[in-house]
C-alpha cells in the first residue's frame, strides 16, 4: 500500500517526506541519547498531539489539516515554563514529542483502512520543528523572572509564529503548484485564504497554551482544547456541506445523461477538463469552482425541452437551438438564488468572441466542442483533429488562449491515458 | 415576545418580578463598590458586551447560545459575585441592532441573577475570590464546576419559564438529543472563562484576546457553513424543480414532500442529522423519474407491463444518480424504497412492514399526501381533509400506521404551508397526466400474455 502511495507522490513532497523523515530521526536519537527533559509534560503534550491527529479532518481542494495537533505542537515548541518549573527541553525534543505524537494519533486512521497522506504529516511536523528551531534557543533569554512582564516572550511568540505560517503556506503552495499544476502565485494565494482564519485559531491557541501553562500547570491542556474543538467542530461541518455541496451537483449534472439528454460522461468530462484548463491559465480557486459548477451544468437547459436532442452534441446543433439551452439552464441556475455567476457562465457559453463573454464560458464552449468531437475516446489521432479544428474554425468562435492551453493540457494527460 | 404590552398576565408578572429580583441584587452589589477591583470589572464588562453583541455561535432553532456567559463565569472567580452581576447586567446595553427593550431588560435581569447565583455557588464550593495562584490548580475546577451548573441551570430554567408563558411553546419541540448537545457545548463554553480567569494573571486583558481569536475564527466558520447550507439547499431545490419542468402539475412537489417529511420525521423526534437527511431524500425521491420516457410517465388509462416495468425502475434509477453524494446511507434507502408498500406489495422490492426503511416510511406518506393535495389534469386537488382520511383508509395497508398518525398530529399543529409555486410565464400545454404517485388511482396494468 505505502510503495503505490509512494509512486503517486511529486518529487517535493518526496522531498519534504524525506526531510521530515530525517528531523525525525535525529529528534527521536537525540532524545533517546540524552533522556526525556520533564517527561510529564512531554508525554501531556505528546498525548494533545496524538489527538488532535485522531481528529484531523480534510477542509476543501483535499487539504488535509489537524488544528488541535498543531496548535499543541506549537504549544509545547513556545512553551517557557509549566507552574513555574522551567520548561528547558530541546528542539530536537520538541521533534521527537511532535513525532511520536503524530505516529501515534495516526495508527488508529491506519487501523481503520484511511491511508496516512504523508506530505500533509511531513508538512506539519516540518513546519512544528521550524518553530521550535527558532524559539528553543530563545526560551532561557526569555522566561521572565518572578514580578517582571510577560510582553518581551508574548510580542517574540507573535512574530515567529507569524514567519512559520507564511513558510507553512510557501510550503504548501510549492507542494499545490507542483501537485495540480498551476502557478506558483496563484497558489499562495490559494493557500493564503485557505489558511489564514484557521491558522489565526491556530497561533492564538498555541500561544495560549505555553502562556496558560505558566499559571495553570497541565490544567491548562484540558482548558485549552475547548476553543480550539468549538472551532475544529466549525470547519468540519463547513467543509462536509462544501464536499457535499460539490457531490451533489455533480450527481445531479448527471440527470442529463440518465433522461438521454446527453452522452453518458459528458458533463464531469467537460468540467474535468474545463477546471484543468482554467488552472493551467491561471485562475484562482473560487474562480475554478464556479467554473466546475458552470462546466458540470451547462447542459441542464436541456431537461426543458420535450425531446432530447440525439445525442446531446450541441456543437453540432443549430446556433440558436444552442443559445436557447444555454439560456434555459441559466435560468434553472438562477433559481437558487445563489450562483448568479454560475448562471451567467453557463448563459454565455455559446457566445462568440466578438461578444466578449467571461473566461469561463469561453473555456466551457471549448471544453464543450472539444468532448462533442472526441466524446470520451483517448485516440490521440482523434484528440489531435478535434483540436485542429477548434483552432482553425474561423477563430473567431473559440478564444485561442484557451485551445492553446487546452492542447497543453491534453498533450500532459495523453501519456497517461495510452497506458 | 415583541412588546410587554402583547405578553399574557402571567407572564407579565414574572418579567416584573425578575426585573425586581435583579434590580435588587444589582444594588447590593452596587453598593460594595469599595470592595470590588473596577478595572477588572470594566474590561470583563467590555468582553461580555462584545461577545453578547456576536451571538449565535452555536444556535438550536429555538434558541442561541452566545459565549458571553463566559466573560460573567471569569467575573465571578475574579471579582465574585457582586462583580458576576454587574458584568452580566450589561447585556442591556448589547449592540445587537432591532433588540427590542423587554428582551434587553430581560436579558439582562436574567443574566445578572445568574452571574450571582453562580457566585454564591462559587464560594459555597470553597473556590476563593480573586486572581487564581497556582496553588489553586487544579482544585479550582470544582467550586468552578459548581458555578457552571448553577449559572447554566438557572439561565435554562428562567428562559424556559418566560417561553412557555409568553408563547405556550412547550418543552416537546426541543428534541431531547439537541438539548443534550445544547448543554454539552453549553458546558465546554464554561471553560473559556476558566482560562480567561487563570491567564488573567500573566497577561490581563491579552488573555481575553487569545481565548476569543478562536472563538470568532470558529463563529466566521460557522457562519460559512450555515451561508453554504442555504445555498446547497436552494441550489438543490432548484435543480430538483428543473427535473419537474417537464410536468407543470408536479412543480414544487420535490420542495412539499420534503416539507412533509420533515414534519413527520420532526414529529417522531429525528436528530439533527437524520433530520437533514431526510428532507435532502424527500427532495430527490423522484430523480429517477427522468429515466422514464415521458409518455409512459403522462400516460392516460392502462399501462402495458414493459411501462409499468420503467416506472417501477424510476426509484432505483434515482438512487444510481445521488449514489455519489455524502448522505447518510438512510437517505440513500429512503429514495430507494419510497414506494414499497406497508402489506408487501410495492415495489421495487416488494418489503413489507418494518422491513421498509424507515426513511422510506415516512416518504410514502409524504409523497401521497402531497399528490393528492395537488391539481392534477385529471382532477382538481382534494381537500386535506379528504386526503387525510385517504391516508387513514390506507393505514396498515398501503402506509405505516405511525407515520400517519404522526403526520396528522403535525398537521394538526402546524397546519400545511407549502411554499406556492410562481405560476408559469407561458401557458403549458394541458396534458392527461397519471401521476404514480396518486393511490386514489392507482397504475393499472394490463398483462401482454
Redesign the interface.
Same mark, same amino acid.
Given at each position: 500500500m505505502t510503495s503505490r502511495n509512494m509512486d503517486g507522490l511529486d518529487s517535493g513532497q518526496l522531498l519534504l517526506i524525506c526531510a521530515a523523515g530525517l528531523l525525525t530521526i535525529a529528534g527521536i536519537a537525540h532524545t533517546a541519547a540524552i533522556g526525556l527533559v520533564g517527561p510529564q509534560v512531554a508525554i501531556g503534550f505528546g498525548a494533545l498531539i496524538a489527538a488532535g491527529e485522531l481528529a484531523r479532518l480534510t477542509m476543501p481542494g483535499n487539504r488535509e489539516v489537524a488544528p488541535i495537533s498543531t496548535a499543541a505542537a506549537l504549544g509545547y515548541a513556545l512553551l517557557l515554563d509549566v =507552574?513555574?518549573e522551567p520548561a528547558t527541553h530541546s528542539a530536537l525534543q520538541v521533534v521527537a514529542v511532535m513525532a511520536v505524537g503524530m505516529i501515534a494519533g495516526g495508527l488508529p486512521h491506519l487501523a481503520v483502512g484511511r491511508a496516512p497522506r504523508l506530505d500533509a504529516i511531513a508538512r506539519r511536523l516540518f513546519s512544528g520543528s521550524l518553530l521550535a528551531f527558532a524559539f528553543r534557543p530563545l526560551a532561557d533569554v526569555l522566561r521572565p523572572e518572578q514580578g517582571q512582564g /510577560? /510582553?518581551a516572550p508574548?510580542g517574540v511568540m507573535t512574530v515567529l509564529i507569524g514567519l512559520m505560517l507564511a513558510a507553512d503556506v510557501v510550503i504548501a503552495s510549492m507542494l499545490r503548484a507542483e501537485q495540480v499544476r498551476t502557478a506558483f502565485g496563484v497558489a499562495v494565494r490559494d493557500e493564503t485564504r485557505m489558511a489564514a482564519?484557521?491558522g489565526?485559531?491556530?497561533a492564538?491557541?498555541g500561544? !495560549?497554551l505555553a502562556?496558560?501553562s505558566?499559571? +495553570?500547570? +497541565?490544567?491548562?491542556l484540558?482548558?485549552?482544547a475547548?476553543?480550539?474543538?468549538?472551532?475544529q467542530?466549525?470547519?468540519r461541518?463547513?467543509a462536509?456541506?462544501?464536499?457535499?455541496?460539490l457531490?451533489?451537483?455533480?450527481?445531479?449534472a448527471?440527470?442529463t445523461e440518465? =433522461? =438521454?439528454y446527453v452522452e453518458p460522461g459528458h458533463s464531469r468530462r467537460v468540467s474535468r477538463l474545463a477546471v484543468a484548463v482554467g488552472r493551467e491559465l491561471g485562475m484562482a480557486e473560487p474562480e475554478l469552482l464556479e467554473l466546475e459548477y458552470a462546466a458540470l451544468m451547462h447542459d441542464?437547459g436541456q !431537461?426543458?425541452l420535450?425531446d432530447p436532442i440525439p445525442g446531446g452534441a450541441t456543437v453540432l446543433t443549430d446556433a440558436d437551438q444552442a443559445r436557447r439551452i444555454a439560456a434555459l439552464g441559466a435560468e *434553472?441556475?438562477r433559481?437558487? =438564488? *445563489?450562483?448568479g455567476r454560475v448562471a451567467e457562465i453557463v448563459r454565455r457559453q455559446c457566445d462568440g468572441l466578438e461578444k466578449n463573454p467571461p473566461a469561463a464560458s469561453r473555456i466551457i464552449k471549448a471544453a464543450n466542442a472539444y468532448d462533442d468531437l472526441v466524446s470520451g475516446s483517448t485516440d490521440r489521432d482523434r484528440a489531435a483533429a478535434a483540436l485542429e479544428r477548434l483552432r482553425f474554425d474561423g477563430g473567431a468562435e473559440y478564444d485561442q488562449d484557451v485551445v492553446a492551453a487546452m492542447a497543453r493540457v491534453i498533450g500532459r494527460l495523453a501519456p497517461v491515458n495510452r497506458l | 415576545m415583541a412588546a410587554l404590552r402583547e405578553l399574557p398576565w402571567p407572564a407579565k408578572v414574572y418579567f416584573v418580578v425578575l426585573i425586581g429580583a435583579a434590580g435588587v441584587l444589582l444594588a447590593r452589589s452596587a453598593l460594595a463598590y469599595d470592595r470590588l477591583e473596577w478595572s477588572t470589572l470594566l474590561v470583563l464588562a467590555l468582553l461580555f458586551l462584545v461577545c453578547e453583541s456576536v451571538p449565535t455561535?452555536?444556535s438550536v432553532r429555538q434558541a442561541a447560545v452566545s459565549v458571553s456567559y463566559s466573560a460573567a463565569l471569569a467575573a465571578v472567580v475574579l471579582v465574585g459575585p457582586q462583580g458576576a452581576a454587574l458584568v452580566a447586567a450589561t447585556a442591556v446595553l448589547s449592540v445587537r441592532p432591532g433588540l427590542p427593550m423587554v428582551k434587553r431588560l430581560f436579558n439582562g435581569a436574567q443574566f445578572a441573577v445568574c452571574g450571582y447565583a453562580a457566585g454564591l455557588a462559587y464560594n459555597w464550593a470553597g473556590g476563593t475570590v480573586g486572581l487564581?495562584q497556582?496553588t489553586d490548580?487544579?482544585e479550582i &475546577?470544582l467550586p468552578y464546576g459548581a458555578a457552571t451548573g448553577v449559572f447554566v441551570a438557572i439561565n435554562f430554567l428562567l428562559t424556559a419559564l418566560i417561553l412557555a408563558l409568553a408563547e405556550g411553546v412547550g418543552k416537546r419541540q426541543v428534541p431531547v438529543r439537541n438539548m443534550v448537545q445544547f448543554l454539552v457545548?453549553y458546558c465546554?463554553?464554561a471553560? @473559556?472563562g476558566?482560562?480567561i480567569a487563570?491567564?488573567w494573571?500573566?497577561?490581563q486583558s &491579552?488573555?481575553a484576546?487569545? #481565548?476569543?481569536?478562536?472563538?470568532f #475564527?470558529?463563529?466566521?466558520? @460557522?457562519g460559512?457553513?450555515h451561508a453554504?447550507?442555504?445555498?446547497?439547499e436552494?441550489? &438543490?431545490?432548484?435543480?430538483c424543480?428543473? #427535473?419537474e419542468?417537464?410536468d407543470y402539475y408536479t412543480r414544487g412537489h420535490c420542495t412539499r414532500v420534503s416539507l412533509a417529511s420533515s414534519m413527520i420525521a420532526e414529529e417522531i423526534r429525528m436528530g439533527t442529522e437524520r433530520l437533514n437527511a431526510i428532507r435532502y431524500a424527500g427532495m430527490l425521491h423522484d #430523480?429517477?423519474k427522468?429515466?422514464v420516457p415521458?409518455k409512459v410517465l403522462q400516460k392516460d388509462g392502462v399501462l402495458t407491463e414493459e411501462e409499468f416495468a420503467a416506472i417501477q425502475l424510476h426509484p432505483m $434509477?434515482g438512487l444510481?444518480?445521488? $449514489?455519489? &453524494?455524502? @448522505?447518510l446511507d438512510e437517505a440513500f434507502a429512503g429514495i430507494m424504497h419510497h414506494h414499497e408498500k406497508y402489506d408487501g406489495r410495492g415495489y421495487p422490492m416488494g418489503l413489507a412492514g418494518a422491513e421498509i426503511p424507515e426513511f422510506a416510511r415516512i416518504i410514502a406518506v409524504a409523497d401521497a399526501f402531497d399528490s393528492m393535495t395537488s391539481d392534477r389534469s385529471y382532477r382538481k386537488a382534494k381537500p386535506i381533509t379528504d386526503a387525510i382520511g385517504e391516508l387513514r383508509k390506507n393505514a396498515g395497508t398501503q402506509f405505516d400506521p405511525v407515520m400517519v398518525s404522526a403526520f396528522i398530529r403535525a398537521l394538526d399543529r402546524v397546519g400545511w404551508q407549502p411554499r406556492t409555486m410562481p405560476e408559469p410565464a407561458e401557458p403549458v400545454p394541458e396534458m392527461a397526466a397519471k401521476d404514480h404517485d396518486d393511490p386514489t388511482t392507482p397504475i393499472q396494468v394490463v398483462s401482454e400474455r
Amino acid at each position: 500500500m505505502t510503495s503505490r502511495n509512494m509512486d503517486g507522490l511529486d518529487s517535493g513532497q518526496l522531498l519534504l517526506i524525506c526531510a521530515a523523515g530525517l528531523l525525525t530521526i535525529a529528534g527521536i536519537a537525540h532524545t533517546a541519547a540524552i533522556g526525556l527533559v520533564g517527561p510529564q509534560v512531554a508525554i501531556g503534550f505528546g498525548a494533545l498531539i496524538a489527538a488532535g491527529e485522531l481528529a484531523r479532518l480534510t477542509m476543501p481542494g483535499n487539504r488535509e489539516v489537524a488544528p488541535i495537533s498543531t496548535a499543541a505542537a506549537l504549544g509545547y515548541a513556545l512553551l517557557l515554563d509549566v =507552574g513555574g518549573e522551567p520548561a528547558t527541553h530541546s528542539a530536537l525534543q520538541v521533534v521527537a514529542v511532535m513525532a511520536v505524537g503524530m505516529i501515534a494519533g495516526g495508527l488508529p486512521h491506519l487501523a481503520v483502512g484511511r491511508a496516512p497522506r504523508l506530505d500533509a504529516i511531513a508538512r506539519r511536523l516540518f513546519s512544528g520543528s521550524l518553530l521550535a528551531f527558532a524559539f528553543r534557543p530563545l526560551a532561557d533569554v526569555l522566561r521572565p523572572e518572578q514580578g517582571q512582564g /510577560w /510582553w518581551a516572550p508574548l510580542g517574540v511568540m507573535t512574530v515567529l509564529i507569524g514567519l512559520m505560517l507564511a513558510a507553512d503556506v510557501v510550503i504548501a503552495s510549492m507542494l499545490r503548484a507542483e501537485q495540480v499544476r498551476t502557478a506558483f502565485g496563484v497558489a499562495v494565494r490559494d493557500e493564503t485564504r485557505m489558511a489564514a482564519p484557521l491558522g489565526a485559531a491556530v497561533a492564538a491557541s498555541g500561544i !495560549l497554551l505555553a502562556l496558560a501553562s505558566h499559571s +495553570m500547570d +497541565m490544567t491548562a491542556l484540558l482548558a485549552f482544547a475547548a476553543p480550539l474543538l468549538v472551532t475544529q467542530v466549525a470547519f468540519r461541518k463547513y467543509a462536509g456541506i462544501r464536499a457535499t455541496y460539490l457531490q451533489t451537483i455533480r450527481a445531479l449534472a448527471r440527470v442529463t445523461e440518465v =433522461g =438521454g439528454y446527453v452522452e453518458p460522461g459528458h458533463s464531469r468530462r467537460v468540467s474535468r477538463l474545463a477546471v484543468a484548463v482554467g488552472r493551467e491559465l491561471g485562475m484562482a480557486e473560487p474562480e475554478l469552482l464556479e467554473l466546475e459548477y458552470a462546466a458540470l451544468m451547462h447542459d441542464i437547459g436541456q !431537461l426543458s425541452l420535450s425531446d432530447p436532442i440525439p445525442g446531446g452534441a450541441t456543437v453540432l446543433t443549430d446556433a440558436d437551438q444552442a443559445r436557447r439551452i444555454a439560456a434555459l439552464g441559466a435560468e *434553472v441556475i438562477r433559481e437558487t =438564488g *445563489v450562483l448568479g455567476r454560475v448562471a451567467e457562465i453557463v448563459r454565455r457559453q455559446c457566445d462568440g468572441l466578438e461578444k466578449n463573454p467571461p473566461a469561463a464560458s469561453r473555456i466551457i464552449k471549448a471544453a464543450n466542442a472539444y468532448d462533442d468531437l472526441v466524446s470520451g475516446s483517448t485516440d490521440r489521432d482523434r484528440a489531435a483533429a478535434a483540436l485542429e479544428r477548434l483552432r482553425f474554425d474561423g477563430g473567431a468562435e473559440y478564444d485561442q488562449d484557451v485551445v492553446a492551453a487546452m492542447a497543453r493540457v491534453i498533450g500532459r494527460l495523453a501519456p497517461v491515458n495510452r497506458l | 415576545m415583541a412588546a410587554l404590552r402583547e405578553l399574557p398576565w402571567p407572564a407579565k408578572v414574572y418579567f416584573v418580578v425578575l426585573i425586581g429580583a435583579a434590580g435588587v441584587l444589582l444594588a447590593r452589589s452596587a453598593l460594595a463598590y469599595d470592595r470590588l477591583e473596577w478595572s477588572t470589572l470594566l474590561v470583563l464588562a467590555l468582553l461580555f458586551l462584545v461577545c453578547e453583541s456576536v451571538p449565535t455561535l452555536l444556535s438550536v432553532r429555538q434558541a442561541a447560545v452566545s459565549v458571553s456567559y463566559s466573560a460573567a463565569l471569569a467575573a465571578v472567580v475574579l471579582v465574585g459575585p457582586q462583580g458576576a452581576a454587574l458584568v452580566a447586567a450589561t447585556a442591556v446595553l448589547s449592540v445587537r441592532p432591532g433588540l427590542p427593550m423587554v428582551k434587553r431588560l430581560f436579558n439582562g435581569a436574567q443574566f445578572a441573577v445568574c452571574g450571582y447565583a453562580a457566585g454564591l455557588a462559587y464560594n459555597w464550593a470553597g473556590g476563593t475570590v480573586g486572581l487564581p495562584q497556582k496553588t489553586d490548580f487544579p482544585e479550582i &475546577i470544582l467550586p468552578y464546576g459548581a458555578a457552571t451548573g448553577v449559572f447554566v441551570a438557572i439561565n435554562f430554567l428562567l428562559t424556559a419559564l418566560i417561553l412557555a408563558l409568553a408563547e405556550g411553546v412547550g418543552k416537546r419541540q426541543v428534541p431531547v438529543r439537541n438539548m443534550v448537545q445544547f448543554l454539552v457545548s453549553y458546558c465546554g463554553y464554561a471553560t @473559556f472563562g476558566l482560562l480567561i480567569a487563570g491567564l488573567w494573571a500573566t497577561v490581563q486583558s &491579552i488573555s481575553a484576546v487569545l #481565548v476569543l481569536l478562536p472563538l470568532f #475564527v470558529a463563529r466566521w466558520a @460557522f457562519g460559512q457553513y450555515h451561508a453554504q447550507q442555504r445555498s446547497y439547499e436552494a441550489t &438543490i431545490a432548484a435543480l430538483c424543480q428543473a #427535473v419537474e419542468t417537464k410536468d407543470y402539475y408536479t412543480r414544487g412537489h420535490c420542495t412539499r414532500v420534503s416539507l412533509a417529511s420533515s414534519m413527520i420525521a420532526e414529529e417522531i423526534r429525528m436528530g439533527t442529522e437524520r433530520l437533514n437527511a431526510i428532507r435532502y431524500a424527500g427532495m430527490l425521491h423522484d #430523480v429517477g423519474k427522468l429515466g422514464v420516457p415521458t409518455k409512459v410517465l403522462q400516460k392516460d388509462g392502462v399501462l402495458t407491463e414493459e411501462e409499468f416495468a420503467a416506472i417501477q425502475l424510476h426509484p432505483m $434509477r434515482g438512487l444510481e444518480i445521488v $449514489r455519489g &453524494i455524502d @448522505f447518510l446511507d438512510e437517505a440513500f434507502a429512503g429514495i430507494m424504497h419510497h414506494h414499497e408498500k406497508y402489506d408487501g406489495r410495492g415495489y421495487p422490492m416488494g418489503l413489507a412492514g418494518a422491513e421498509i426503511p424507515e426513511f422510506a416510511r415516512i416518504i410514502a406518506v409524504a409523497d401521497a399526501f402531497d399528490s393528492m393535495t395537488s391539481d392534477r389534469s385529471y382532477r382538481k386537488a382534494k381537500p386535506i381533509t379528504d386526503a387525510i382520511g385517504e391516508l387513514r383508509k390506507n393505514a396498515g395497508t398501503q402506509f405505516d400506521p405511525v407515520m400517519v398518525s404522526a403526520f396528522i398530529r403535525a398537521l394538526d399543529r402546524v397546519g400545511w404551508q407549502p411554499r406556492t409555486m410562481p405560476e408559469p410565464a407561458e401557458p403549458v400545454p394541458e396534458m392527461a397526466a397519471k401521476d404514480h404517485d396518486d393511490p386514489t388511482t392507482p397504475i393499472q396494468v394490463v398483462s401482454e400474455r
